[in-house]
């Protein structure tokens, strides 16, 4: 699957996204090495802080399938002028299961950036750490 073809995927998320306060959708999708392609949108909530990003929900779900090694690449598309950048707590929660992970970050007019979790996470606190 190509970069554009997961940014893609990622796109098609938008329709499920529950955004009733932020009127920001964001869609996100997660391939693993078996080609398996793991899909997450925003879920958000009255109490606000209890909201999920679509990285986390597509996270959750490729774990809670049994997916948890091999992850080679998420797309994150939001619909903003500027590429939408993974928040510090799916920084953390992605850094657990695939610190070499890519992350491609889009923005409402498809165009993406393609950076190493690494570099948006350095010196990143993981299993490791409590060796
Ligand atoms: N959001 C995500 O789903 N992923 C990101 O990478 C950034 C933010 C969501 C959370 C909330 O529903 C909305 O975008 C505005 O913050």
Redesign the pocket.
Known sequence: MTDQELIARAFTMHQY?Y?P??H???G?ALLCSNGRVFTG????NAAYGS??????TALLKAVSEGCRAGWQAIA?A?QGADY????GA?RQMLYEFAPGLRVLAARGDGDFQAVPLAELLPHGFGPKSLE
């Open positions: 996204s955004v306060y932020s920001f959708p964001v996100a949108c925003n879920v958000e909201t999920v990003c679509a990285e986390r994150i939001g939408c950048w993974p928040c799916c």
